[in-house]
């Protein structure tokens, strides 16, 4: 199906700069990457978290919560559990889950008000912040083993 072709001009009125990638306005009118973003962009990009997203994808093929619905959707995003909050430790050290787009953006919203929902096999299990040494560690400590 034909698209209508964009401008990859500033959408300020006058502006004849370029917009910033995936922006639309020059970085003079408001496009500008925050430090979280650049923080995030780290972790990330890097080689260590796109090899466990890859071997996550293979763990988890299916959306956790879709699946407790009744219904099979691919996933879509690799969820930390408990948020990350840019530390290294609990970037790759963490439950992890595969989404769809829709419930991640419910879990997303529902870790604005302090809860962390972990869709598992047996139903859901809500998490807080104080639950990572606790019940993280401790079930990745005894993986090790």
């Keep these: 199906m034909p698209t209508i072709p964009r401008s990859?001009?500033?959408?300020?009125?006058?502006c004849q700069e370029k917009g910033g990638y995936g922006q639309n306005y020059c970085k003079l009118h408001?496009?500008?990457?925050?430090?979280?973003?650049?923080?995030?962009?780290k972790l990330y990009n890097s080689t260590a978290w796109k090899k466990k997203r890859e071997a996550m994808r293979s763990k988890y093929p299916i959306c956790?919560?879709?699946?407790?619905?009744?219904r099979v959707t691919e996933t879509?995003?690799?969820?930390?559990?408990?948020?990350?909050?840019?530390l290294q430790?609990?970037?790759?050290?963490?439950?992890?889950?595969?989404?769809?787009a829709p419930h991640h953006s419910l879990k997303t919203n529902l870790e604005k008000?302090?809860?962390?929902?972990h869709f598992t096999p047996r139903g859901?299990?809500?998490?807080s912040d104080e639950d990572y040494?606790?019940?993280?560690?401790?079930?990745?400590?005894?993986n090790i083993d």
């Design 124 to 127: 859901i299990v809500d998490y």
């Design 76 to 86: 879509e995003h690799i969820d930390h559990v408990i948020p990350h909050k840019r």
């Design 133 to 142: 040494n606790q019940v993280v560690r401790r079930e990745f400590e005894k």
């Design 89 to 100: 430790e609990r970037f790759l050290v963490n439950f992890f889950q595969g989404l769809c």
């Design 64 to 70: 956790a919560a879709c699946l407790l619905e009744g």
């Design 8 to 14: 990859n001009k500033c959408f300020f009125l006058g």
């Design 30 to 41: 408001g496009a500008y990457r925050s430090e979280n973003y650049k923080e995030n962009a």
């Design 113 to 117: 008000k302090g809860v962390f929902r």
